[in-house]
């Protein structure tokens, strides 16, 4: 998982340089692999990068933190078992109006100017995240910060090609 993010972070490297955008990312050696098709959790965290991007003025942060989220974390147990997988992507950005939070996944909704998105980013993550039999939230607050949890199954390692691990 994280050369995945990292691969991400290289190719938005020039923007983030361009507007002096900070990034943190965090993330313990001894992750357990998922099940997953890289190319669209790459597609989903591309996603967050740039909408980050997007809503950071100059000098900002991106925070993105990587862990084992268990069923002691504060949140009820999901329908996918206690052990999962927690990436959190947060912005210090502009943040998202609290009448806006419920609508940030569905399709076609934007706060963006024209020509600037389509809303189809954030459905198309939620739809990805879901088939992977996991949960995508966000939380905010307006002109503080935008944070989206994504929880993933975990499973044991298995060799196949779309298993995601800590050297994918």
Do not use: W
Request: proline share 6%; glycine share 10%; no cysteine.
């Amino acid at each position: 998982m994280p050369a995945l993010l990292d691969n991400i972070h290289h190719m938005l490297e020039h923007p983030l340089q361009a507007k002096h955008i900070r990034v943190e990312f965090v993330s313990p050696q001894d992750l357990p692999a998922i099940h997953a098709d890289p190319e669209l959790l790459q597609q989903v965290f591309l996603n967050l990068y740039s909408n980050a991007l997007h809503a950071l003025g100059d000098g900002g942060l991106i925070r993105i933190g990587v862990k084992i989220a268990d069923e002691g974390d504060g949140r009820p147990p999901s329908e996918f078992g206690a052990r999962r997988l927690r990436i959190v992507f947060e912005d210090n950005g502009a943040g998202i109006a609290r009448e806006h939070l419920d609508r940030v996944f569905d399709p076609f909704f934007t706060t963006k100017d024209i020509g600037e998105g389509t809303g189809l980013g954030l459905s198309v993550s939620y739809g990805i995240i879901k088939d992977h039999g996991g949960e995508i939230r966000v939380e905010s607050e307006l002109g503080r910060f935008t944070r989206f949890v994504i929880d993933l199954p975990t499973q044991p390692f298995q060799s196949s090609e779309t298993t995601v691990g800590v050297n994918a």
